[in-house]
């Protein structure tokens, strides 16, 4: 369908209205309020983590350098949507325009992506770490790992670009009613009011295969990391290989655990309010955890943590 016909579509009804997670909650202001501060929280953290990782050479290190970058994906992943809501909830707008619309849609499915890609990159670099230690400097050097997070990041640009004109290019006279807080492509396509099960196969094919190929290449480098930890005879290499992988590990569960709800279980066990609750797992908290898991849990960034503590009071 060219651009006319997409703008002919949308003529009418030009705006979506996002019912949001407010419209839901009996004390909608404690939830705004939570909600802002869990924002700012995410946004200090992933910043803090960044500048650590930018700043001390100690963290120069391709486990780092992945870590920055998820850190860059979640600071994004949580500003697409949140400031807006927080925004129409305190003016009391609820619209959201058709190019907004499909914007917002875009930027998730591309930064759902390239994470979903990085994380099994990070459980690579763990691999290579703990089972190839003497080759470590070799297969992860300084543009294998610029090649490995652009590749990251191509997959979820391709994602992007593959699925947002698909969804916004179909007809929407149901209902203007997204339910949602913001646009999730299901959320869009049962809006639409022509026959969306052929796309919704080939969707739910294209999710199943973005998943479980990066899930392929996570089981495979623990299992080899399982491996050879169970050939360590020392308690200090068993403590330090669990203490590098733990963390990364937290991580996935959080994220695929919200993916699989997400992608592959079938459309009986959705309901608008249980997708709503999974996404803000994975849109709101998981940014805000994910610092605090790789760094309470990380003796290296703590180390620099108060390094730069101690620079900051010495210059005070």
Same mark, same amino acid.
């Given at each position: 369908?060219?651009?006319?016909?997409?703008?002919?579509?949308?003529?009418?009804?030009?705006?979506?209205?996002? $019912?949001?997670?407010?419209?839901?909650?009996?004390?909608?202001?404690?939830?705004?309020?939570?909600?802002? $501060?869990?924002?700012?929280?995410?946004?200090?953290?992933?910043?803090?983590?960044?500048?650590?990782?930018?700043?001390?050479?100690?963290?120069?290190?391709?486990?780092?350098f992945f870590i920055s970058h998820l850190s860059l994906m979640d600071m994004m992943?949580?500003? $697409?949507?949140?400031?807006k809501m927080l925004?129409?909830?305190?003016?009391?707008?609820?619209?959201?325009s058709?190019?907004?619309?499909?914007?917002?849609?875009?930027?998730?499915?591309?930064?759902?992506?390239?994470?979903?890609?990085?994380l099994a990159t990070m459980a690579y670099d763990r691999y290579v770490a703990i089972c190839h230690p003497l080759h470590y400097p070799v297969l992860l050097n300084h543009m294998v790992c610029h090649l490995l997070a652009s590749g990251c990041w191509f997959l979820g640009l391709v994602d992007g670009f593959t699925l947002t004109p698909i969804t916004m290019t179909f007809p929407f006279c149901?209902?203007?009613?997204?339910?949602?807080?913001?646009?999730?492509?299901?959320?869009?396509?049962?809006l639409s009011c022509s026959d969306t099960s052929l796309y919704e196969r080939l969707m739910y094919f294209c999710c199943v295969l973005m998943l479980l190929i990066p899930v392929a290449v996570i089981s495979s480098s623990y299992y080899f990391i399982l491996l050879t930890i169970h050939r360590m005879n020392s308690a200090e290499g068993w403590k330090k290989a669990f203490t590098t992988c733990s963390s990364h590990m937290m991580v996935v569960i959080l994220y695929?655990?919200?993916? $699989?709800y997400t992608c592959m279980l079938p459309s009986s066990y959705h309901t608008p309010e249980k997708d709503m609750v999974v996404s803000v797992l994975y849109?709101?908290?998981?940014?805000?955890?994910?610092?605090?898991?790789?760094?309470?849990?990380?003796?290296?960034?703590?180390?620099?943590?108060?390094?730069?503590?101690?620079i900051s009071f010495k210059k005070l």
């Open positions: 369908m060219d651009k006319i016909t997409w703008l002919t579509n949308h003529t009418d009804h030009s705006d979506f209205i996002l $019912v949001g997670i407010f419209s839901q909650s009996k004390q909608p202001t404690l939830l705004c309020v939570i909600i802002f $501060v869990v924002f700012l929280m995410a946004l200090c953290g992933n910043s803090i983590l960044i500048l650590l990782i930018h700043y001390d050479v100690h963290l120069h290190t391709p486990m780092y992943y949580i500003f $697409v949507a949140v400031p925004v129409d909830q305190v003016m009391g707008v609820n619209k959201i058709a190019p907004e619309c499909a914007m917002q849609m875009f930027l998730y499915l591309t930064l759902g992506g390239s994470e979903c890609f990085l149901r209902s203007q009613k997204i339910h949602h807080f913001f646009c999730e492509v299901p959320a869009i396509m049962k695929y655990g919200a993916a $699989v849109t709101i908290l998981t940014p805000v955890l994910n610092p605090l898991i790789y760094s309470l849990r990380n003796k290296d960034v703590t180390r620099a943590i108060k390094k730069m503590f101690n």
